[in-house]
């Protein structure tokens, strides 16, 4: 079963390291992962999906929160909770192509972040199923450029992950 | 005033009140040699081999519970000390472990002895910091010391480059840390502690599983008061081994993959089962579709990782075992409720019956030296007071099952990394921490091959350490294992071109003994125990073929034992 794992970790060297050091010691997997600092510039928030039986998850969030420099961490499937990916698309928009790329990206509620006389570089925001959506309706063919940012995850409501 | 780095190194550690550090100088650490000469409160041990300073500082850390200190230099000093690191890791010593490193600014440049030393050690460390800043040294001095040796202990490693220890700052060691990041647990959870006595009380086929978690928490007093006040049976792990006396009734032996037949029966046949301060780790185990098919279980332990890892257990409590163990004495001598007579009569009915069989019987004949016997008489000549280390491998066995320990930290070995070549160094740590007291280095003629260098730093400090070698020729366990899985294909594991370890230990300014004969065991033993200020080697010429028995093959359950 697929895990997000937000994590808050001191904003130290080498933090990230024992992060994926400890993925690859103990075999599990890592789907994606994204960090950046906080608000609280000591702080770093890391967004980790992964996915195993129960019994694997338990393991992962007992060792990392083992690891000293995590500070707090939560599981984001023991609550509500909202789930975000941005991905850039830079995809061939030629001639009569042109409209219909544009249209798809409105159904997805994509922007048009950059324009040439032959392509188009595409913002889209969401879950990852829907990034995949889009990917798939767009002619592989035209497809030049596929940046996605990895998951990052927030509690819904009153639930929070802060020191 | 300002002090260098140096300076300020060697003041944590007076400060800290370190005895002790095992170590070797090199270019990167020049610096912090220079700050050690020119004072006298820590005493600097100077080994012959990197990996010997890191089991020298763990034997010392497991012989007093106090943290051992290292101190090597940056590049083939740090990668050299990786072994004895990733020894204590596995085990939960404290230890604390400083590399030089090449000066900051060259961090990168692939400088001669440069290693990423954070990195290499990163995945056998609870946690290690590379020191940026002077001002910063104090601190991450202290707070090595502090996570080294709270929660579920380990080693830490500082790095420190070499610019750090010239550059100036103040001096003030903090006397408290705290780090939000990291808060161990410091009491077990009342609601869990209580179902936990519930459930022990209601057990018909109670059975008690302590390891190493015993020692390192100095919990041995509280686990005996428990146990007999229950009247439980008790077996302990390699690790464990001392935690309980070990000639008391209630005692059935070591358990796992060469423990005794009883203690492996009614860990197959128990129905409630407490585990203390043990980790279920795959020797004790074997097959986990087959462990414990009855047994309800309870598992105290400081690290939550460590409860429902392999096995899935019923009451956890996280929590340090001695604070643990106190409270359930309180509420146990509180309580209206006690264990069931019948029931317990019964139960050790069947258990007298297993250990009837005496797993661990052999033939001790006129000609060949039983390595058995050797640390039987060993027992025997030392009273069972000696402190033990020991190398890796059958002669190991041996030593934990043959030297009844009736008290902790004095049973010391390598029992999660397997790291043939503790056994000396480590013997060197303990003798450090008690000079007066007998050290027996237990091992064998491959495994002393692994640190044998130290008979020199031995002579330097006067270490009277008796090294007991069962020297048969063979890797003993390798062999065992070709006999019986490799239809006797003995590869690599004839240990030939061995050295006359009379003459080695002579040329080093030791006394060399060498022993065949069966009938001149003990008067050897006697002998070398009487030279009381020397080093002592005792060549044993031991059965070339005897082998380990009780066995739990691997993959099989624990009732699966291959006997004699």
Redesign the interface.
């Known amino acids: 079963m697929r895990h997000i794992i937000s994590i808050l ?2 904003n130290e ?2 933090a990230l ?2 992060v994926a ?1 400890l993925f690859s ?1 103990r075999g599990y997997n890592i789907e994606s992962l994204t960090v950046a600092t906080t608000e609280d510039e000591s702080l770093s928030r890391m967004t980790l999906v992964t996915s195993g039986t129960e ?1 694997v998850i ?2 992962i969030t ?2 990392l ?2 690891l ?4 707090k961490l939560m599981d984001m499937y023991e609550c509500a909770h909202i789930e975000r990916e941005m991905m850039l698309i830079k995809v061939r928009a030629a001639n009569g192509g042109r409209d219909e790329v544009k249209r798809l990206a409105d159904i997805f509620r994509g922007r048009v972040i950059d324009v040439t006389d032959s392509m188009y570089t595409i913002e889209v925001t969401g879950t990852g199923d829907k990034l995949d959506a889009f990917v798939q309706v767009i002619e592989p063919s035209d497809i030049i450029e596929v940046v996605r940012s990895g998951v990052t995850g927030i509690a819904r409501g009153e639930k929070s992950l802060r ?1 | 005033m300002e002090l260098t780095g140096a300076d300020i190194f060697v003041r944590c550690l007076a400060d800290e009140g370190v005895e002790y550090i095992f170590g070797y100088p090199g270019g990167a650490v020049l610096p912090i040699y220079d700050a050690l000469y020119r004072q006298d409160k820590v005493q600097h041990i100077l080994v012959r081999h990197e990996q010997a300073a890191t089991h020298a500082a763990d034997g010392y850390a497991r012989a007093t519970g106090r943290p051992g200190v290292v101190l090597v230099t940056s590049g083939p000093g740090a990668t050299n000390a990786v072994t004895g690191i990733a020894t204590a890791y596995m085990d939960s010593i404290p230890m604390v472990a400083f590399t030089g490193q090449v000066p900051t600014a060259m961090i990168g440049n692939d400088a001669f002895q440069e290693v990423d030393n954070i990195g290499i050690t990163r995945p056998c460390v609870k946690h290690n910091f590379l020191v940026k800043d002077v001002r910063d040294l104090a601190e991450t001095i202290k707070k090595a010391f502090y996570i080294a040796t709270t929660g579920r202990p380990g080693p830490v490693v500082v790095d420190i480059p070499k610019d750090i220890t010239t550059h100036k700052s103040e001096y003030k060691y903090p006397r408290r840390i705290s780090m939000r990041s990291y808060s161990p647990v410091t009491r077990g959870h009342p609601r869990q502690i209580k179902k936990a006595i519930e459930l022990m009380l209601t057990a018909k086929r109670p059975m008690v599983y302590s390891g190493g978690g015993v020692i390192l928490s100095a919990a041995s007093q509280a686990l005996t008061e428990f146990t007999r006040l229950l009247g439980y049976p008790i077996t302990n792990t390699l690790m464990g081994l001392g935690a309980y006396p070990a000639t008391d009734r209630q005692f059935l032996g070591m358990l796992g993959m060469h423990g005794t037949y009883e203690a492996n029966m009614a860990m197959h046949n128990c129905d409630v089962l407490i585990a203390i301060g043990a980790r279920f780790d795959d020797r004790v185990v074997g097959n986990v579709e087959k462990f414990c098919p009855t047994a309800r279980i309870i598992h105290l332990d400081i690290d939550p990782a460590s409860i429902s890892k392999t096995v899935k257990v019923d009451v956890p409590i996280v929590g340090p075992v001695d604070q643990v163990l106190k409270e359930m004495l309180k509420l146990l001598k509180e309580s209206a409720e006690t264990p069931d007579p019948t029931a317990m009569q019964a139960w050790w009915k069947q258990i007298e019956e297993w250990r009837a069989m005496d797993c661990l019987k052999y033939t001790q004949d006129d000609e060949v030296i039983k390595p058995q016997y050797v640390v039987e008489t060993l027992y025997k000549v030392t009273g069972g007071g000696a402190y033990v280390t020991s190398d890796v491998g059958q002669h190991q066995m041996f030593a934990a099952q043959f030297y009844k320990f009736d008290q902790p930290n004095r049973w010391i070995n390598s029992g999660g990394l397997g790291t043939m070549g503790f056994c000396f160094p480590a013997a060197m740590g303990v003798q450090f921490a008690h000079p007066g007291e007998t050290v027996a280095c237990i091992t064998g003629e491959g495994s002393i091959q692994m640190c044998i260098q130290e008979l020199s730093t031995c002579r330097q400090y006067s270490l009277p350490i008796k090294i007991i070698n069962l020297n048969n020729g063979y890797l003993g366990m390798v062999r065992q294992w070709q006999e019986f899985f490799y239809q006797g294909r003995y590869a690599m594991s004839y240990m030939e071109s061995l050295p006359d370890f009379v003459k080695l230990a002579e040329s080093y300014g030791h006394v060399g003994m060498q022993i065949s004969r069966p009938a001149d065991v003990e008067g050897a033993l006697k002998e070398a125990m009487a030279m009381k200020d020397r080093l002592v080697f005792l060549d044993f010429l031991t059965d070339k073929t005897e082998n380990v028995y009780p066995m739990v093959p691997a993959g099989a359950g624990q009732n699966e034992m291959i006997l004699v």
Do not use: H, P
């Open positions: 970790m001191e060297a080498g390291s024992r050091g010691a019994d338990e393991q007992k060792q929160n083992k000293i420099d995590v500070v020191v």
